[in-house]
């Protein structure tokens, strides 16, 4: 008994130092510079930088632009997850396959490809003028991150929607057909309740990248739309000031802590 | 985007180390006669070059690149031994030498810069490296206004045109703090340099204004967009005038009336460089007349090396005025260190211009 635990805890010590060196430590360092200043005292001065306009503004975009994206997402993710979990096996595997198939490709070259089809004199343009239709000007707008956001986490999505319907049993839901339910009272009742805790991971794995991406807002929307991840990537690169884009990030974190929260506790809920 | 394919190969390079340590340690492949470790700017050098130094000397070389002065900075302030030999601007070697980042160059080992380098461009360099001691010049230029004559009917000579509303969604404006500043300070007739702060909240305002006019910030992008017709003014160093030209002959390189910032990007060695003698070498290189004129035919950023100037055989690029302008003709003004409550002050307004709708 003894052996076996030493032997577990030997096996997990490559995880153990996994997570120190690069989960422990960077967060450590995180909250140092962020609550320190230049001489090393303690200052809470780049948490409340937040409250200036230009930086506040940018954390309240990113979350309308978060938002927006998780809703777009959950809203083409769910009724996938429920034709997929319909269909008879085999097939729903292979349009399952199709969507994470563009997963394999580098995440910056998918939306390198958006770039050149949003792109003033872009594909989409072409195809419109085509047609003789009035060109569209998406890029380099918040809505052009959107488009990018909802294209790249999409997946992120519909896999825990689909999981999560698929585990329901057939029978559950006959039994509410047995005692008189109807489709819509069926769905409503026994169906999305069920499915609950894939909506929450989904929910999770989409809004934690759509906040914090600072690649998709710089690459379509022209560094014209500043979102917190790119304040962040600035503080550290371009002004070179540690301790305010640590201060910066210690305020995303909270945000991704609510977030966890939430659905940690709505992930207990289910449970009892 | 060379930032974030950057970030991408940094995490590549980092499991590749760590992967490496599981075999064999002694792998890493250092030329007969040791390794240098070169940071430069983007695409700023003919690769030949590197190839035919190393095999020339028998050093090998391990060339990284950077896309922006302050990236350059952040990584060197975090280690400077991680380079021998970096390729900074004017504004920046200021305050490397500042910071005490970089050492004083042994010039007996530089005969070719000191052969070489015209006389005037030692002397600009004396604004950010007093006594010429750090740096020795690799490229200089202007900065100025890329325009499509094809669709820009007004006539283009002064950074105005910028914000004329004609050009809604047509124009393309430098992501960087100092060079978007600099059009606008410029443009209202005030120095590049200053920390006035009516001056620098009336740039700001300009600036927030332009903001509806303009397609995009973009850095390397402007060159490819211009190229390609994307946009019709863009805001581009003068180095590229001549590439994009060459590529697309409608586009037309301005140099505003209001005056324009000129700068230099120098070589200088990391204080602790573990190879400094490779370094010296390195720049000496850099510095013969063959190798500057094969890099300037290369990249197309003007040389301040006079005896390769004078070897170009091109008369229309020998005599070009926007490679090589008359610098008494012109309005010019380097940039100077802002220091670092001047630093803080530029990036708090151009996270307001940035944020501003």
Redesign the interface.
């Known amino acids: 008994m003894l052996k076996s635990a030493k032997t577990s805890r030997l096996l997990a010590s490559p995880y153990l130092a996994w997570a120190f060196i690069f989960i422990l430590v960077p967060l450590g360092m995180i909250l140092y510079y962020g609550l320190t200043d230049d001489a090393g005292a303690f200052t809470l001065q780049n948490i409340t930088y937040i409250a200036?306009?230009?930086?506040f503004?940018?954390l309240l975009?990113a979350l309308e632009l978060g938002v927006i994206s998780t809703v777009i997402c959950f809203l083409l993710a769910y009724p996938l997850g429920m034709i997929l979990a319909g269909m008879k096996l085999g097939r729903h595997e292979f349009i399952l396959t199709l969507f994470i198939l563009p997963m394999w490709m580098?995440f910056?070259l998918r939306t390198?490809t958006w770039m050149t089809l949003l792109?003033?004199?872009g594909v989409l343009n072409d195809i419109l003028g085509l047609l003789h239709l009035p060109p569209v000007?998406i890029?380099?707008t918040p809505a052009a991150i959107v488009i990018g956001m909802v294209y790249n986490f999409l997946p992120f999505m519909i896999l825990p929607i689909y999981n999560s319907l698929s585990k329901i049993d057939d029978n559950v839901i006959n039994a509410a057909r047995d005692l008189g339910a109807d489709p819509l009272q069926t769905f409503l009742r026994v169906t999305l309740p069920l499915s609950v805790p894939g909506i929450i991971s989904g929910i999770t794995m989409v809004f934690i990248p759509a906040l914090t991406t600072f690649?998709i807002s710089?690459?379509l929307g022209?560094?014209?739309v500043?979102l917190i991840g790119?304040?962040i990537e600035?503080e550290?690169?371009?002004?070179?000031?540690w301790h305010l884009g640590s201060g910066m990030s210690i305020i995303l974190m909270l945000f991704i802590l609510i977030n966890m929260v939430i659905s940690s506790v709505s992930d207990r809920k289910e449970a009892g | 985007m060379k930032r974030l394919l950057s970030v991408f190969l940094i995490t590549l390079g980092c499991t590749a180390i760590i992967l490496s340590g599981c075999g064999s340690s002694s792998g890493s492949a250092a030329g007969k006669n040791g390794k240098l470790y070169v940071y430069n700017w983007g695409e700023y050098i003919d690769p030949d070059v590197i190839t035919s130094f190393e095999k020339e000397t028998g050093i090998k070389v391990i060339y990284d690149m950077f896309e922006s002065n302050e990236i350059m900075y952040a990584k060197i302030a975090q280690d400077d031994s991680a380079y021998d030999v970096i390729c900074p601007s004017d504004y920046m070697i200021q305050k490397l030498i500042e910071s005490g980042l970089v050492q004083k160059l042994d010039y007996s080992k530089l005969p070719n810069a000191t052969a070489n380098i015209g006389k005037d461009y030692w002397t600009k360099s004396q604004q950010f490296d007093a006594g010429n001691l750090y740096s020795v010049p690799y490229c200089w230029g202007t900065v100025g206004i890329l325009y499509n004559k094809t669709m820009v009917s007004d006539p283009v000579d002064s950074w105005n045109i910028l914000w004329n509303s004609k050009y809604k969604g047509e124009i393309l404006m430098q992501d960087s703090v100092r060079d978007a500043y600099m059009v606008a300070l410029k443009k209202d007739g005030y120095s590049c340099n200053t920390t006035d702060k009516a001056q620098l909240e009336q740039a700001t305002q300009d600036l927030i204004a332009q903001k509806p006019l303009v397609q995009a910030y973009v850095i390397d992008q402007v060159r490819d967009k211009m190229i390609g017709g994307e946009a019709a003014l863009g805001v581009i160093y003068s180095g590229e005038a001549i590439y994009t030209k060459r590529e697309n002959p409608d586009l037309e390189y301005v140099i505003p009336k209001e005056g324009t910032n000129i700068w230099i990007d120098s070589w200088v060695i990391t204080k602790d460089s573990k190879n400094k003698e490779n370094a010296l070498k390195w720049i000496n290189y850099m510095c013969r007349d063959d190798i500057a004129l094969k890099n300037f035919d290369y990249i197309t950023y003007s040389t301040p090396n006079v005896k390769a100037q004078a070897e170009i055989t091109d008369d229309d690029i020998r005599n070009s005025k926007v490679a090589f302008p008359d610098l008494n003709s012109i309005k010019t003004e380097a940039y100077s260190n802002l220091g670092e409550a001047g630093d803080r002050m530029y990036n708090d307004y151009w996270m307001q211009v940035k944020s501003a709708d």
């Open positions: 200036k306009p230009a930086y503004k940018s975009l580098n910056l390198l792109e003033r004199k000007y890029i380099n690649a710089a690459m022209g560094s014209k500043l790119n304040v600035q550290f690169t371009v002004a070179y000031d």
